[in-house]
Each structure stands twice: as structure tokens, then as C-alpha cells.
């Protein structure tokens, strides 16, 4: 067990919805990131916060979108979706900001049918 | 051409086998070197960091960094069949502007017993 909790583990939604994945890092770890890992891309990073203000972007589409709130937990809005945003998102969280030392959690598999 | 390159195998070896899984790169910024073992599309778990170059050991794994030739690797003795998985390496740079990971592919591992 990493020690960092995704939720749901599992979502199926249809094109055109909104879903919201949720993250709760390890315990004194400011930095939370979110990746995206498909059959045919591998681990694609999106974004990252570090103690609530984002620090980094990565292959973020504009409808998709992150928090991180004052107790840490972060959030990822995925909206309009495609039958292409069928994917596994993980969350990850450090302590710092160099993202070494990155754990991350179970994921949430994501189906849009 | 991708920043981090790794085979992706599948690289299949008998119970016992010394196991050396590798991975190059480009960005010379690059600092932290990562690597990661996946089951089954769970979520990465880290095994081992380094820091610039040279070597560590933990047990059976030993990660090697020769930042000259842009190159790492993982070596795995007395390899098990648990040891079948997906690995990853990843790596990060400190400083501005870059501060997630950025992953190989993966290379599968199979163990056969």
C-alpha cells in the first residue's frame, strides 16, 4: 500500500459527461501529480500541484482540469468526454517538487462508452 | 523522437536468472533516475532512485546511472516468477521548469518458473 487513495476505482460514463477522479496523497506529501496511462500511450503526465497552486503542466486537454484543495487532496475534471479519454489515471504524490520519490496509487479505470 | 527510450520486450528469462532491463535518454537535465515495477495496470511502485551518476543496490535489485552515455539500468538477481511485471523507468530534472516524471514505455518481464 502506497498510501495514496484513489477514488472510484472503476467509472463508466457515457460521451459528452463530466466525471471527477479524486486523490488523497500520502500523508505530509505537498506535491500531487496526475497521469493518464493508455494501451498505445504508456504514462503520459497531465499536472501537478504543490501545496495547492499548480506547478506544472503537462498533456492536459482543456477540458480536462485539476484542484488541489487546503487539506491536499486533489481532484481531476474530466469533461466532454471522448471514447478516447478510456484510460487508467493515476495519482501520485511526493514530498517535494522534483517528483522523485513518487508514489502512487491504485488509479481509476476510466471507460467511456 | 521520445525524450526516454525503453524496449519494450517482452523479455522472457527461466527462475533464477540475473536480469538486466535498460533505458536512454536525451534531455541532459535529467537527474533523477526512477525505476518502477507494474502489475497488471495497478499502480506503479517505486523500487529504487538515483541521483546523477553511479550505482545502488537494495537486495537483489542494483540501478546503475552512467550519465556520459545517457543510460541506466536495472539489474535484477535470482530472478522469481513475482518478479513478472511491467518496468518502468523514469526520471526527472531538478530546477525550473521540469518537475514530473517523465517514463519509459515499460519493458514486460516474464519469469518462468
Known amino acids: 500500500d502506497s498510501g495514496v487513495t484513489q477514488t472510484p476505482k472503476h467509472l463508466i460514463t457515457a460521451t459528452g459527461q463530466r466525471v471527477t477522479l479524486r486523490c488523497s496523497p500520502r500523508?505530509?506529501?505537498?506535491?500531487v501529480y496526475w497521469y493518464q496511462q493508455s494501451l498505445d500511450q504508456g504514462l503520459q503526465f497531465l499536472i501537478q500541484?504543490?501545496?495547492?497552486?499548480?506547478?506544472a503542466k503537462g498533456n492536459i486537454l482543456e477540458r480536462f482540469s485539476a484542484q488541489q484543495f487546503p487539506d491536499l487532496h486533489s481532484e481531476l475534471n474530466l469533461s466532454s468526454l471522448e471514447l478516447g479519454d478510456s484510460a487508467l489515471y493515476f495519482c501520485?504524490?511526493?514530498?517535494?517538487?522534483?517528483?522523485?520519490?513518487?508514489?502512487f496509487g491504485q488509479g481509476t479505470r476510466l471507460t467511456v462508452v | 523522437q521520445k525524450e526516454v527510450e525503453q524496449d519494450p520486450g517482452p523479455l522472457s528469462v527461466p527462475e533464477g536468472a540475473i536480469v538486466s532491463l535498460n533505458c536512454t535518454y536525451s534531455n541532459s537535465a535529467f537527474q533523477y533516475f526512477m525505476w518502477y515495477r507494474q502489475y497488471s495496470r495497478k499502480g506503479p511502485e517505486l523500487l529504487m532512485y538515483t541521483y546523477s551518476s553511479g550505482n545502488k543496490e537494495d537486495g537483489r535489485f542494483t540501478a546503475q546511472v552512467d550519465k556520459s552515455s545517457k543510460y541506466i539500468s536495472l539489474f535484477i538477481r535470482d530472478s522469481q516468477p513475482s518478479d513478472s511485471a511491467t518496468y518502468l523507468c523514469a526520471m526527472t530534472a531538478r530546477g525550473t521548469g521540469r518537475r514530473a516524471l517523465t517514463f519509459g514505455s515499460g519493458t514486460r518481464l516474464q519469469v518462468q518458473p
Open positions: 501520485a504524490s511526493s514530498v517535494g517538487t522534483d517528483g522523485h520519490e513518487a508514489f
Open positions: 500523508s505530509g506529501d505537498l506535491s
Open positions: 500541484y504543490y501545496n495547492g497552486e499548480e506547478r
